[in-house]
């Protein structure tokens, strides 16, 4: 698909005519979400004749389990599978004019465009309808979902009659979910779970329809309240499982309806208070639809002052990074209970399920815009810990504890554990972002009330995964584990897991040491809570002190033991429509090759860059850049940031226009299945670290900014220890501007500057 479908726009993502074809990428394109609520960007009508839709409205955090049904099972395998659901719909509304039924498909209807707009936070579409019956209207239809009221969304629709006149019948309902049947040929996609829930009550009271959800087996139970306004009224009624508000209403050339919807959702589980009553006075209580955009524009305009990027000479980029900035914004949890998932709140790929995405490539990106959220994230794992202990013993570990390597409330649910629960290094990310997290923002009470434990406990998981092998001349080794790269899985350490772990030895030994020298009394509590043994990071320190790394040959460093005995399998060989190569080859054909899917010690070269020399990386980009199929969405921003490390600035900049616009311009095929995240949050780490060289290192902040020829220079804004520092890069230097805080010494280029 060209890239033209979508104008390039700064600040907004504009369709104009109604592309059937691509009906279910756009609803994903156009999603609205606010770290609760997600909604896909359907039609208000429900889709269109000829054009295929996934309808999808969601909570997140709210999901159905069933039991995983394997064909041979063992023990330790993962017990059930978690899917996000879609929740009942109450954004839709249907639309007849003298009993012509409005859909795209078969009625005549002109000037038809969707705009996303990333400063106002507001989906607009309009369009003509000309009628059957000879009349001329003219519809708008408004949607947002609130990112100031986290349990709010709602609509606006306008019909403006401009020539001749019609009987207009506006049907606006509250229904269950379309479930959406995932491909049950693609692993990355929801399919055959029985996803449906269950109605507790439908109710339709003057204004306001009603309706409660239940989760067959998660106790989840969803209230939703949609409150109409309108100068006409409208029926309510109830039938079977959905609820009406109708509105007949004869309208003559210049005459014009305006409906608006306030829609509350609450989500409440087990024993907790139901929260029905509370919804429907939520949704009553409401402000206007203009006087939400009001609140919605500022909290915009907030975020954007925060996260402000810019890009000068090419706004095809630049659209894309904001896009990206926008979508991450909308779907991260905001509570600590919520995290984001690998779509968002933008679709079903994934299931709804969080991963490793988080940590390394998500978190960044409000570590240095947002603290708060990254601390929210942070505090998800926290609050995961206990099911994360539970199973590290079912895996055999008598202490620490094992992160789920994908899930939704901390529970494993990867039932391919090759490249499922042998991805140790989650706990590595999550040690590895709790670390960046206290050196960017110095939150002691953070560190002390959950940081430390986490460190303290994936520290434990690795102590007891490793051990010191004699065949390895006495190091510490991480063996029968799966690195980033999921086509090389259960090998013996690979680099980027080995590093992690050594990292979360010292930083875990750190924690306790800080502690107990600034917060004694939290210290004494942890000691006595994990019956820590004063011996422990003294063993932390000796196996991160020996910790194994396979050994270069000819300078390529191999990404694990095996990795360089694998066959060969160049990459010109495999033609081109076997990719990706999950969904052409056995997986054993593909673990027996020396192929990647995606930057695994590539990674660990950016990521640990100070352990490595320039050569060391460079002669290892050019290996691992040829034997790299990319298949993975995370993997070309971070071949980007290290290519920039390296001065290869055009192909760093070929992997970052490659990823920059991979949704809006549908690059991975599947954007219908959501948008991704994790690639979406890697290009902004793509702007700070790859062009903007940004670093930290023990607690420094440094740049080593490039531009890139195509640009005549860009500018971007991040968050570091309450300070709001402002890069702008220009073909010819660099300036720096403390927004906010106190002054503060950085460096740039390795030379020390104070701002003020
Ligand atoms: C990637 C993983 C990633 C997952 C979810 C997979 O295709 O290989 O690294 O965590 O997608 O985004």
Redesign the pocket.
């Given at each position: 698909m060209s890239g033209t479908r979508f104008p390039y726009e700064p600040w907004t993502v504009t369709e104009d005519g109604f592309q059937a074809a691509f009906l279910r990428e756009s609803e994903s394109v156009f999603a609205l979400g606010n770290g609760l609520i997600g909604m896909r960007g359907n039609l208000e009508e429900l889709g269109a004749t000829g054009a295929e839709s996934i309808q999808g409205c969601y909570l997140n955090g709210v999901f159905d389990s069933e039991p995983i049904v394997y064909g041979e099972s063992a023990y330790g395998y993962a017990k059930n599978h978690e899917t996000i659901c879609s929740v009942m719909d109450a954004k839709s509304l249907s639309l007849s004019a003298d009993g012509e039924k409005l859909d795209l498909g078969l009625c005549d209807v002109a000037e038809h465009r969707r705009v996303l707009d990333m400063r106002a936070g507001l989906l607009r579409r309009s369009f003509v309808w000309n009628t059957k019956g000879g009349c001329t209207l003219r519809v708008e239809t408004e949607r947002l979902v609130s990112l100031t009221r986290q349990e709010l969304a709602a609509t606006r629709l306008r019909v403006r009659c401009e020539a001749g006149g019609c009987l207009l019948r506006v049907d606006s309902f509250l229904a269950p979910a379309v479930i959406a049947q995932g491909d049950p040929n693609d692993p990355?996609n929801a399919a055959g779970k029985d996803r449906s829930l269950r109605i507790g009550a439908i109710r339709a009271e003057g204004t306001l329809l009603r309706m409660r959800q239940l989760t067959k087996r998660t106790g989840f139970t969803i209230n939703c309240a949609v409150e109409h306004r309108c100068a006409f009224s409208g029926e309510v009624s109830v039938t079977g499982e959905r609820a009406d508000w109708i509105a007949e209403r004869a309208l003559r050339a210049g005459d014009t309806l305006t409906l608006e919807r306030s829609i509350c959702y609450t989500a409440t589980r087990d024993g907790e208070a139901d929260r029905w009553d509370d919804a429907a006075a939520q949704a009553r209580s409401a402000p206007a639809f203009d006087a939400l955009c009001a609140e919605q524009r500022a909290c915009l305009d907030a975020f954007w002052d925060r996260a402000g990027i810019d890009i000068e000479g090419d706004d095809a980029l630049l659209q894309g990074l904001r896009f990206n900035l926008f979508h991450l914004f909308q779907s991260v949890g905001r509570d600590g209970r919520r995290n984001i998932a690998?779509k968002g709140l933008t679709g079903e790929g994934?299931e709804g399920?969080t991963?490793?995405?988080t940590e390394a490539y998500i978190l960044p990106v409000f570590l240095y815009t947002e603290p708060t959220l990254a601390r929210r994230l942070l505090e998800y794992r926290y609050a995961t810990l206990p099911k994360a202990r539970e199973r590290a013993r079912v895996m055999g570990h008598p202490r620490g504890a094992l992160f789920p390597w994908?899930s939704i409330d901390g529970e494993e649910c990867s039932a391919y554990f090759p490249?499922g629960t042998a991805q140790y290094h989650i706990d590595g990310d999550v040690a590895h972002a709790v670390w960046e997290y206290w050196q960017a923002t110095g939150d002691l009470d953070f560190l002390a009330r959950c940081g430390a434990e986490i460190l303290v406990e994936t520290a434990r998981l690795y102590a007891d995964l490793g051990f010191f092998s004699e065949e390895k001349g006495g190091r510490f080794v991480l063996n029968c584990v799966t690195g980033?790269d999921?086509y090389n899985v259960l090998v013996n350490n690979n680099v980027y897991t080995n590093r992690v772990a050594e990292e979360n030895f010292r930083s875990a030994a750190a924690a306790l040491e800080l502690l107990s020298a600034r917060c004694p009394d939290e210290y004494a509590r942890l000691s006595r809570e994990l019956a820590l043994d004063a011996g422990e990071p003294r063993q932390w320190l000796e196996a991160a002190e020996r910790m194994y790394y396979p050994p270069a040959r000819n300078g390529v460093i191999p990404q694990d033991d095996g990795f360089l005995d694998r066959k060969p399998w160049p990459l010109a060989s495999i033609p081109k429509e076997n990719h990706p190569l999950l969904m052409h080859y056995h997986g054993l054909v593909i673990y027996r090759h020396m192929v990647c899917?995606?930057a695994d010690l590539i990674l660990a070269l950016t990521q640990y860059g100070e352990r490595y020399t320039l050569e060391e990386k460079k002669r290892n980009f050019a290996f691992y850049d040829s034997v790299t199929t990319h298949?993975?969405?995370?993997s070309m921003a971070v071949f980007s940031i290290l290519a920039n490390e390296i001065g290869e600035l055009s192909t760093a900049y070929e992997y970052f226009m490659s990823s920059a616009r991979l949704d809006l311009d549908d690059m991975h095929r599947n954007t219908k299945d959501g948008l991704?995240m994790?690639n979406m949050a890697g290009t902004f780490n793509c702007v700070t670290r790859g062009f903007g060289g940004m670093r930290v290192r023990d607690g420094v902040l440094s740049f080593a900014p490039v531009c890139p020829p195509q640009w005549r220079g860009y500018a971007f804004r991040v968050r570091f220890r309450a300070r709001s520092i402002e890069v702008r890069v220009r073909p010819d230097g660099v300036s720096y501007a403390l927004l906010g805080g106190e002054p503060i010494t950085i460096l740039s280029f390795g030379k020390e500057i104070e701002l003020k």
């Open positions: 990355r690998a994934y399920h991963f490793w995405d994908r490249a980033p999921e899917k995606q298949d993975s969405s995370l991704h994790a």
